[in-house]
């Protein structure tokens, strides 16, 4: 299967620093790529939707200028959390799925989990 | 939207028995249902998958089926083992690149 790749793992920062994560299709052009966050024991819920070249669709309830998304090539897209609080403290995953691959299919990376203290 | 629902939360079964995971959707659209695992820290990967074009779908001890007119569709294991213990997340969506509605998950613990 088509492999991405998701840095860092883990990253431990002070309230009010902002916090980059990346998302690389290693293997495969990701026209769409997906940001989720994950409680613990809890589902993925979908925060933003990023397409190639073009502005990030935020699902209703997320902040847009609090979590802000890039996804200036076809292989990389990244996650910036601004200003981050305790509140934001949690596990974000994303996905990609794109060209070459079976439609639909999203692939995932190996997840950042975020404390701010 | 769509909304899917996933039942049981958890379920604990002995090394050998069978599993079944069931979840319902909302969207009479909804033509793609993927099944993910997640161990424990990790990535979320695809089992298996079924489209709306069939009923059932097997791959070794895995196994998917679709009921389109009641909305419902349900992950099979047999012959489980301790390694298929993890969380199990249903989803579903429409086919064209939209996005996965994810179930709640279900954790599924294999005793010796």
């Known amino acids: 299967g088509a492999v991405v790749s998701q840095h860092p793992s883990r990253v431990i920062c002070k309230s009010g620093t902002s916090v980059k994560i990346e998302c690389r299709s290693l293997?495969?052009?990701?026209?769409?790529m997906f940001w989720y966050r994950q409680f613990p024991k809890q589902s993925l819920m979908l925060m933003a939707t990023s397409n190639e070249g073009s502005k990030a669709t935020y699902e209703q309830g997320v902040e847009k200028d609090k979590f802000l998304i890039n996804h200036a090539s076809l292989t990389l897209s990244t996650l910036t959390v601004t200003s981050a609080h305790p509140e934001d403290s949690s596990f974000y995953i994303c996905?990609?799925?794109?060209?070459?691959?079976?439609?639909?299919?999203?692939?995932f990376g190996a997840g950042t989990r975020l404390s701010v203290l | 939207g769509e909304n899917v629902e996933q039942h049981p939360s958890t379920l604990s079964v002995q090394e050998g028995d069978s599993a079944v995971i069931k979840c319902t959707y909302s969207?009479?659209?909804?033509?793609?249902f993927p099944w993910y695992k997640q161990e424990l820290g990790k990535r979320p990967q695809l089992i298996i998958d079924?489209?709306?074009?069939?009923g059932e779908k097997k791959d070794q001890r895995i196994a998917v089926t679709l009921n389109k007119t009641a909305k419902h569709f349900s992950l099979h294991i047999t012959e489980t083992q301790p390694e298929d213990s993890a969380v199990y997340f249903c989803a579903a969506s429409i086919s064209g690149y939209s996005t996965l509605t994810f179930g709640k998950g279900t954790m599924l613990l294999v005793s010796p």
């Open positions: 969207d009479s659209a909804s033509n793609y």
């Open positions: 293997d495969f052009q990701a026209t769409t």
């Open positions: 079924i489209r709306s074009n069939v």
């Open positions: 996905s990609a799925r794109g060209l070459g691959q079976p439609e639909d299919i999203q692939y």
